[in-house]
């Protein structure tokens, strides 16, 4: 486990734009997921409470 520690952590001092880019990439992945089920759980539920 400390070899693959340190080699991320090596990656991430030699290519710090690339390794920015793929951690905001992610970041904005996991955001457009929770919006979107945020969306989907909405629509399900929208009418639970009417019956019929």
Known sequence: MKIALKNFL??????????LLNVAGLALAFAAFYII????????????????
């Open 10 to 19: 090596t990656t991430l001092k030699r290519y710090k734009v690339a390794s």
């Open 37 to 52: 089920m945020a969306q989907v759980h909405s629509a399900m539920t929208f009418n639970r409470s009417v019956k019929d």
